[in-house]
């Protein structure tokens, strides 16, 4: 049986494996750690997955996939939306249950207390999988988990300045806030996607009714402004399971 920490590198995961592997909280198992890459995470998280894998002393495997622009040219240019999220399944599931293959796991999720609705272990999609969310089961809130971080002096993580959750950087669930922060501080990757947008426009002979990024803006119009109050994540309980760690 293979103990397995999924980490995504945000706060509930990173905290995660820091409580499992420094603390030993649920007992000295021989974890592994492993991050599924997309390929279209914002740099500030490689870094900190480099630092965050120092500080554990052990390696992060990182999981291949074929990575959002390839598959994106795949889509012929379509891009990702509520109702067609293929970004989820070939980017996350499908290279994370590729690498599992053969092999028996209780796979460690880091999901908080306060988030217990969330730890379904009928959304278990492979054989021979467990599921185990040791901060639901220790009573580990979003206070606590702040403070396993602030512990191990891994609670500055830089991804934060620019966007509210981890994922990947161009997610159809960012508020025009998080778009602006991306503008400012990554305008080249901004600039990919007003290219990915306005391709996306252009065979859909500009009808308004095209979603590319939001349902509510373009990134054009973000853009132009000034600057955009801060907004709550747009996120909430219509994202990835996969995605979701604040």
Not at 87 to 96: E, S
Request: with cysteine.
């Amino acid at each position: 049986m293979r103990h397995i920490i999924t980490l995504s590198g945000g706060r509930d995961s990173s905290a995660l494996a820091c409580f499992l592997v420094k603390d030993k909280a649920i007992g000295d198992l021989p974890f592994e750690l492993c991050f599924t890459d997309t390929q279209a995470e914002l740099p500030e998280l490689y870094t900190y997955l480099d630092r965050l894998e120092a500080h554990l002393g052990q390696p992060i495997v990182r999981i291949p996939g074929p990575g959002y622009e390839e598959l994106l040219e795949r889509s012929h240019g379509i891009l990702p939306a509520p109702w067609r999220r293929w970004c989820t399944d070939k980017l996350k599931i499908r290279p994370f249950n590729k690498w599992l293959t053969g092999t028996e796991a209780t796979l460690y999720i880091g999901i908080r207390s306060d988030e217990s609705h969330r730890a379904d272990p009928r959304f278990t999609r492979r054989k021979a999988t467990v599921k185990r969310w040791p901060l639901v089961e220790l009573g580990i809130d979003r206070t606590a988990v702040g403070e396993i971080l602030r512990r191990h002096g891994l609670h500055d993580n830089p991804i934060y300045r620019v966007k509210p959750r981890s994922g990947c950087w161009c997610c159809y669930y960012q508020s025009a806030s998080a778009w602006k922060r991306i503008s400012q501080l990554h305008p080249d990757l901004f600039a990919r996607a007003k290219m990915w947008e306005e391709r996306e426009l252009v065979a859909n002979h500009h009808d308004p009714k095209t979603f590319t990024f939001s349902a509510r803006f373009r990134l054009s119009q973000i853009e132009g402004q000034q600057e955009i109050p801060l907004q709550a994540d747009d996120q909430g309980e219509f994202a990835c399971e996969e995605c979701l760690d604040d």
